[in-house]
């Protein structure tokens, strides 16, 4: 660890960028998207395709990332990779309200618009979750993991709610300016949050010369260990992006339910989110404190209650409105909270173990590896319902299937997350030291 470790409000200010990034990106992927698909009546590939666009493009994670390895600094990507975030959320606002008079030159914007997010999202996250793992102590990672993502959520709930209200009488001008005034914020935010969390020493030299990005890829693809957590992230990430899609109409095809009722259903489960969070951070603590546990124990208990999750939600249907579907939507939701904050706690302990100097190379490869599921789950899910439906031709066969599918990818990933820091012989490598101590123990 470069320099001494960070406490709490550490943490929380660097939590602060983390909800910058997440205040820009809602606008970006949930405003405009309605916007172009409601008010300017365009197809919804469009801002389908421009969302898939920055997603596709953080597989520049690992070089990104290894751009920080080199240069020895990970605030200058931070503040850079938020600016270009925020310049590409005004762009995306200004593409948008373009549409409406001339589509060609709208459309054109927001391809450069979504390039810049999805880049700008990948240089920040990236070296934000590195600089996390190299300043926090290992016994502090579970619950550090839970603040700086409980207040990206709370980020993007604030905008939305905000901005929903700053947006109304709605018109391109406004969308321009919100957004706007929001990547600001945001961007300022981000400098004051990282402003001497690195200290003003020169950064330490590699141990050995900077190695080409092709050589530093390759020598961390070699490790087992990051290939077997990049398998992770993907299968786990796939089957929690290819239910988020597809839980609201589930609830209005099968149970019937209003737009309204079933958009508090959403409500509900993303209250279960957090709540999983929040318990993952406390069973952090009762991990270091207690002499119980692991991050790879609680990754594989939030998967397998996801798989019961699921097939809970796949047998709602056959039963009707005497199902409890609040309840499954909330119990759904907190599995899904404590297994994702139990994934970012791991890779945040995991990113340091290996050759030295690869921390971001390691940290952009889960997070290409996520966006690239969450690419992929967002339309495997929608066209695999639409699939059911076509073959069954029944709703509610349909959604089962669909989501029985989801929990056996959850399955999985319980597995494979059991492996975690494990050798070719099973033994642990790494594994959360859980007697008070901090750092990573060998066996």
């Known amino acids: 660890m470069n320099g001494p470790s960070i406490g709490w409000p550490g943490i929380v200010r660097l939590g602060l960028v983390q909800a910058s990034l997440g205040a820009i990106v809602v606008l970006c992927t949930s405003t405009m998207n309605r916007v172009m698909q409601i008010e300017l009546m365009l197809p919804a590939t469009l801002p389908g395709a421009l969302v898939a666009l920055h997603y596709v493009l953080q597989v520049l994670r690992p070089r990104l990332g290894y751009g920080s390895d080199v240069g020895g600094r990970r605030v200058p990507w931070i503040i850079g990779g938020m600016a270009l975030l925020a310049g590409g959320g005004v762009l995306a606002a200004l593409a948008t309200a373009w549409m409406a008079s001339n589509l060609l030159a709208g459309v054109a914007l927001a391809v450069l618009a979504y390039t810049l997010i999805g880049i700008g999202v990948g240089a920040s996250g990236t070296s934000l979750l590195v600089l996390l793992a190299k300043r926090v102590d290992a016994a502090r990672r579970p619950a550090a993991a839970s603040v700086v993502w409980l207040m990206m959520i709370f980020g993007i709930a604030l905008t939305a709610g ?41 950064p330490i030299a590699p141990a050995e010369p900077p190695a080409p990005f092709g050589l530093a890829f390759r020598q961390v693809w070699g490790e087992r260990q990051v290939r077997h957590f990049a398998l992770l992230v993907f299968v786990s990430m ?110 945040m302990q995991l990113a340091g173990s290996g050759r030295q100097s690869r921390e971001g190379v390691r940290m952009g490869l889960w997070g290409a590896s996520q966006a690239l599921a969450f690419g992929l789950g967002s339309l495997a899910g929608s066209s695999a319902v639409d699939l059911a439906r076509l073959l069954l031709g029944s709703p509610v066969a349909a959604y089962a299937v669909v989501f029985a599918g989801q929990a056996m990818l959850f399955l999985v990933a319980g597995v494979l997350s059991l492996r975690v820091g494990t050798s070719a012989g099973g033994q642990p490598v790494a594994e959360l030291v859980v007697a008070g101590q901090t750092g990573l123990r060998k066996w």
Do not use: D
Request: include cysteine.
């Open 162 to 202: 905000i901005g929903g209200k700053l947006l109304m009488p709605f018109s391109g001008t406004r969308l321009v300016e919100v957004t706007a005034a929001v990547g600001a914020l945001a961007l300022a935010m981000t400098v004051l949050a990282v402003w001497g969390m690195e200290g003003t020493a020169a």
């Open 238 to 347: 796939l089957a929690y992006s290819a239910q988020e899609l597809i839980i609201e109409p589930f609830a209005g095809a099968v149970f019937g339910l209003p737009p309204g009722q079933s958009t508090q259903l959403i409500g509900v489960q993303h209250g279960g989110v957090l709540a999983g969070m929040i318990l993952l951070a406390l069973a952090g603590a009762a991990t270091a404190r207690w002499r119980v546990g692991s991050l790879r124990l609680w990754m594989a208990l939030g998967c397998f209650a996801s798989t019961i999750g699921l097939l809970a939600m796949a047998s709602a249907g056959s039963v009707g409105p005497a199902w409890p579907l609040a309840t499954s939507f909330f119990l759904l939701g907190m599995a899904n909270g404590f297994f994702c904050a139990a994934a970012i706690g791991s890779m």
